[in-house]
């Protein structure tokens, strides 16, 4: 299974946990944008180039997108 995730933002338990735990099977493949596109305690995320880069996404079968990274730029902004 192909599944494209958005992070809340570039925070290791947010953005290297989820690859730990996606390659415990091989059956999923975990897609993330690039971490220069997520947003930190100083910085909003790059909310066009989020958008950008799921419409550049093929075959994706799961979605888990963080609505506040979308919307806002992160939990924090």
Do not use: H
């Amino acid at each position: 299974m192909r599944i494209a995730l958005i992070p809340i933002d570039n925070r290791p338990v947010c953005y290297q946990l989820p690859e730990y735990i996606a390659k415990l099977t091989k059956e999923n493949e975990l897609i993330m944008p690039d971490i220069s596109l997520l947003g930190d305690l100083n910085k909003s995320a790059d909310t066009k180039g989020l958008i950008e880069w799921i419409d550049s996404l093929k075959d994706i079968d799961k979605y888990v997108v963080s609505l506040d990274t979308i919307a806002y730029g992160g939990l924090i902004p």
